[in-house]
């Protein structure tokens, strides 16, 4: 009797210890994660007991010293540029490990080895459009540059010796909570970093939807709807600026649509699966950039402001850093899992990034001989197909192996083995991103540069993603350049049979648009097309660009009552005018008939008619404008909401001047009534809808809330499972499409102005310098992010530093 | 003080074995600690659940409050308990206190044999 007492007893113990040592469907294994020795407690760092550390450090030549202030920045001072990087690994590792790793295993396409079955398709997509194929290449080309090569595999080494100095209970929070350990960092890694910047930013092209707008409605429409220039427009090079080069011969309008071509059915199998499976590119991606010339500054000295506007994410995609060596000295925004500062400055220059939008790549439809894909058509030829075949772990679940076939016209990413494609039709992508190309040789260079001439040296590095690089320098000069790798690329999807259709022209570097000391005193970029009529290549006009952000920027930035300066530039960043608004506004209240209203329908119109389109946190009308327009877009572009064939909308702004100009488009048509609507009928149709629903939600439309509360700004943890650990509900005024571009879950990542009068900097993210949401540093910087109150860089020398420290550590080789 | 001696000694000896063992061994040192203190099983379960809840959430506390409970809030939210960090230390305590005690009460009802 007693013996089975303690076989049942034991038995218990054992059973418990192993459920407990086990994971429960999400759960980690709780008896590991609660263990105050071992789990997550291990990671609740102290807030207030910080002391100067002495250690040893394998694999470095001399002593670094790191000194981090009281946001948690390093600020890394090494004796040569080996220990430099390498600390640089080491450093951000320490504090972003875990976002490094999963960023990369994205691009990878490796998420199913974490999160199991479910992320299997969009691991599988991320291959089939050859992010990893891609990053092997840029890999092979980065080997070639010995400098890069040592400075990429410095950095590696510096992040392994991190790892290595790991124990399991040191882990950061998530991969306790997801069950799994950190892997070697290897220059491959590096390389995907970029393929994933590349992913999310040189998206822009909408072959398939073009295809699909012209198939239906014409080319004429087609022009009319997504017009590539009109007389607004900004420019990123001012108006008028005369080219240095002629350009190439060639016709300056890229092929339409051969007329009276339709898309077959077969053809529409394929375009479905694509808008199922590709994330299009958001309106609300954007940033801003500028330089102001000594000549309209308080100091006589430059200024310089970048702000990128990405999806909110903790840990931050940016970690603030100072990098400083006997041959260096920057300071900014670095990408964590890879060397260099990519948004900052140094002693002598600053240079900050804003998105090109620009279309570099195309889809070609491909015909195989037979089902064994072994050879495709081209020239009336049988070529051979290249397989690349996909391995991948799945977390709780079996292997699985992909075969993607690959053509002169890149990967195929749709077709029967993928994305539910009925018929025997292929769509193969071909994309920029897909070339080795060094992008750090570019950050490295700019890292380092002294002036002008080395700015535009390390831009030739660069290739992909398009970006507006700004530029300011200590001795006065300001520049901007439009930077890639520029083909002339298809605006429709292209035929894969035949060579013609390749890309025969690329547009020289040196060619690419750039302007240095325009007259006008400033330079500056916000996502607009970037040249007038004049320039001598043809810029696919894909629609996406937009404008009102640089209108007000230019607006602000013109201004010549006043010398500008660092306040001045801060009240810019933080700038609320809703451009759009005061576009699209006027249109709408003048369809309303006032006496027609209820009384709270009015109030609600008085407050848009007093509406100074400021979208500050306290607006209300900026809440009744959001809610209307919200329900008019969808009904005015109802046309374009078939999934069977998908078509983009016109961007807000496209929207504001169609509105307003045009009375009597079939666009105002709405195609779920049996009616034929007008432009006025939309309007009205719209509003009382949007006022309903205002009703519904808040009981009646006085108790409307503000525009900060409504909008609620969110700022996500990076794994959607853990949104315990997001930041909800932040406070702050902004919206897509002005300068302050804080929407509910989108904004400024990164704040920065240079002042080459002070030689100070200024900087802000919404987030924090450590990935540990055990650390008071993991969110500190959002409430001063809302605010738009920057932080004064401690862009000092070794002493200074350490009067302000919080603490150092010193490593000894 | 028949039930605190063997409290502390599980706690104590627990604590130290952790510092370089997974976290089960919890469980070894109370089974072999009541064995060899001769505690009766009901005697054993409590001695060795008190030990293991004190030492955990003592532990867990201490780091809590040097923390200022940021953690502690965000995982109380993860796991729902309202971000209540008292609710997130009693779990701890109970989890490891389980474990410990029921090896406890099987190291006693060997010694019974």
Known sequence: MRFIAFLVSLGATIGLIYVLNHPLGPAPALGRFFDPYGGFWQNAENTSHYHDIDMQMNGLHDKVEVYYDDRLVPHIFAQNDEDLFFMQGYITAKNRLWQMEVQTHSAAGRVAEIAGEKALAKDRLSRRIGLGYGAENSKAFIEKDAQSNDLVRAYCAGVNAYIKSLSPKDYPLEYKLLGYAPEEWTPLKVALLLKNMANMLSVYEFDIENTNFVSKFGADQFHYIYPERDSFTDYIIPRGTPWAFAGDSAPAVPEALPAGQKVANVDRDLYESYDRAIEKPQELNGSNNWAVSGSKTKSGKPLLCNDPHLQLNLPSIWYEMHLSSPTMNAYGATLPGAPCVISGWNDSIAWGVTNGGRDVRDWFTVQFKDDTHDEYLLDSQWVKTEKRIEHYKVKGGKDFVDTVLYTRFGPVVFDQSYGDVRSKKYLSLKWTAHTGSNEFKTFYLLNKGHNYDHYIAALNNYSCPTQNFVFASRSGDIAIKEQGTHPVTHEFVADGSTSASDWHRVIPNEHNPTVKNPERGFVSSANQFPVDETYPYPVSHVGIYENPRAMRINHLLSDSTQKMDVAYMQRMQRDNYNTIASLTLPTLLRVIDRSKLTADEAEAITALDKWDYYDNADSKATVYYETWTDVLYPLLWDEMGDPSLPMRKPNTYRTAYFLRDDSTSVFYDNLQTGERETREMLVLMSFDKAMKKLKDTYGSLDKVKDWGTYKATMVHHLSPQLDAFSRMDVYCGGNRGIINATSHEHGPSWRMIVDFGEMKGYCLYPGGESGNPGSKFYDNMIDSWAKGDNYTAKFEPKAQLDRDKLYKITFNK | ?113
């Open chain 2, 1 to 113: 003080m028949k039930l605190l001696f063997p409290v502390i000694a599980i706690a104590i000896v627990s604590g130290v074995v952790q510092n370089f063992a997974p976290w089960w061994s919890i469980a070894i040192v109370a089974f072999i600690l009541s064995y060899l203190l001769r505690l009766k099983p009901g005697l054993a379960f409590l001695a060795a659940f008190l030990g293991v809840f004190i030492l955990w959430a003592g532990v867990a506390a201490r780091l809590d409050f040097g923390n200022d409970h940021i953690l502690s809030a965000r995982i109380a939210t993860l796991f729902p308990l309202k971000g209540n960090y008292w609710l997130l230390l009693l779990l701890t305590g109970v989890i490891g206190g389980l474990v410990s005690g029921l090896a406890g009460l099987s190291g006693a009802l060997l010694r019974k044999q």
